[in-house]
């Protein structure tokens, strides 16, 4: 599968592809340092404005949610180019249904494409939300109010910022419902695949790619943590990440189970198919008319590959957790919790 065999690509990935023709072709650091530069200006201004009143820690949490919109075009770059079409080109041979494939990775795309505005929209408006009802925190730090271009410098960085997070959220969300759609297809499970999962790795490092990448929402934890313990909104800011927790789960569990699901119903079809023409073959094989016959020692060898055949399909792990997969996992796993560390340790110095 190459790049481009679907309708065209998210406008991050559009505008990293262009820049890249047209500066350097490292389209990670091309993304970062265009597109990813957008809520660093903005902060920028934001700062110019209330350096006189701020704080080291007000300034150390926004930093880490800046990092976000810097990283986060070169994530979704890489997840549209590199994950998803390597994605499709893995699972071609986890099925005969190709052209259905190829219809499924179009209708996805066109999907990641054309709806990532309403969650990037709630995003913003989350975090315009947010502000408002903290303003007595932000006035303590410089912001005097919705009149001063402080309070503007501020919501632009939101909306820089949570128009990136909004597509994050939305990949997830994409990612989630071709896995559902692709497990619904005719699997084939290969016991003697190289990675000693029937084939199925292919799912597990989609699955954890997409996860990896929206974990890095993990970094605005501190951020959050300081306007529930300075400000207020704490129902809203834990509704927040609530929503962020669920997505991070259910974009590496649900894929991953359901296809698991799916492909021990396929093996459980084939080992009852090998079952009866095992017994079929068995009993053909007792025959005394054939006894020594050339046709019975060929029945008889059947008979050994299908067994040996047998012992491949019902042995064969068909959860797609690799060493690798299981390593990023984890990784996943310990940054929203470093950072929930991170916050502790740095509230109590500062």
């Not at 929402?217 to 129902?235: H, I, K, N, Q």
Request: charged content about 20%; hydrophobic content about 50%.
């Amino acid at each position: 599968m190459s790049e481009g065999d679907w309708d065209e690509d998210i406008w991050v990935t559009r505008w990293v592809e262009y820049l890249r023709t047209v500066t350097v072709d490292r389209p990670l650091l091309v993304g970062a340092l265009t597109i990813g530069m957008v809520p660093v200006l903005f902060s920028i201004l934001f700062f110019a404005l209330t350096w006189s009143e701020t704080t080291p820690r007000y300034v150390a949490t926004h930093l880490l949610v800046i990092a976000i919109g810097v990283i986060g075009p070169s994530a979704i770059w890489y997840w549209e180019r590199r994950v998803f079409t390597t994605f499709v080109a893995d699972v071609r041979d986890l099925t005969p249904q190709t052209d259905e494939l190829e219809r499924l990775a179009g209708k996805y795309s066109r999907l990641l494409r054309r709806r990532f505005w309403i969650l990037s929209t709630l995003i913003v408006l989350l975090f315009a939300g947010v502000v408002l009802n903290n303003m007595a925190f932000f006035r303590t730090i410089g912001v005097d109010g919705v009149a001063d271009p402080a309070f503007w410098a501020l919501m632009l960085v939101g909306l820089s910022w949570g128009i990136l997070v909004g597509i994050g959220f939305h990949l997830a969300i994409v990612a989630v419902l071709f896995v559902r759609a692709v497990g619904r297809l005719e699997l084939q499970i290969e016991p003697l695949h190289p990675d000693g999962l029937g084939g199925l790795s292919a799912i597990g490092s989609f699955a954890i790619w997409t996860t990896m990448l929206i974990s890095i929402g993990s970094l605005a934890f501190p951020y959050v943590f300081l306007l529930t313990a300075e400000g207020g909104s704490g129902a809203l800011i834990y509704t927040g990440v609530g929503f962020y927790v669920l997505v991070i789960g259910a974009s590496f569990l649900y894929p991953t189970i359901y296809v698991n699901r799916r492909a021990q119903e396929v093996r459980e079809r084939e080992l009852d198919e090998m079952r009866a023409r095992i017994r079929e073959l068995e009993s053909q094989a007792r025959d005394p008319a054939e006894h020594g016959s050339t046709d019975e020692v060929a029945k008889r060898l059947e008979i050994r590959r299908l067994r040996d055949e047998f012992q491949d399909y019902s042995t064969v792990s068909l959860y797609p957790l690799s060493i690798g997969i299981i390593t990023r996992l984890l990784t996943s796993i310990f940054l929203p919790i470093f950072f929930i560390l991170f916050e502790m340790w740095f509230s109590s110095v500062m």
